[in-house]
């Protein structure tokens, strides 16, 4: 099983999304990319993530133009708000489906707000990519 999960930067959705899946089985292989990606991991996303034991220190944004020769059983797109859109992938996939979540690097306010966004976030990322993996790869 082969997955790519996509969005805009790569630095937080995307980035928990594939710590999760690859948490919950070891012999998928799960990438994630952007469309622009950032310049590294939001250090919130690596904070929060590390909560729970899933290290994303190492990981870094990758470029959707990377994996555009790559073929994939699913393309995931996570992107959420009304102001983004998501990106299409052009390469050879098998099943493209969306799974939305709001952009905690957007979030405003104080650094507990802050957080707690990124929290949320990662609590719903858990939640509705352990719905897919139960669903439709276990």
Do not use: W
Not at 97 to 112: L, Q, R, S, Y
Request: aromatic fraction near 10%.
């Amino acid at each position: 099983m082969k997955i790519l999960i996509l969005c805009t930067g790569n630095s937080c959705r995307s980035q928990m999304a594939e710590g999760f899946l690859k948490s919950f089985d070891d012999k998928m292989e799960v990438h994630s990319a952007g469309t622009s990606p950032s310049t590294e991991v939001h250090p919130k996303a690596i904070q929060v993530m590390q909560e729970l034991n899933i290290d994303l220190r190492n990981n870094y944004p990758k470029s959707v133009n990377q994996f555009l020769d790559d073929e994939f059983d699913y393309v995931i797109t996570v992107c959420g708000g009304a102001k983004e859109s998501c990106p299409v992938f052009q390469g050879n996939v098998k099943n493209n489906i969306h799974i939305g979540f709001d952009d905690p690097a957007e979030a405003v306010g104080t650094e507990e707000f802050i957080l707690s966004e990124f929290i949320r976030i990662r609590d719903e990322i858990r939640h509705d990519f352990g719905e897919f993996y139960k669903s439709k790869l276990d």
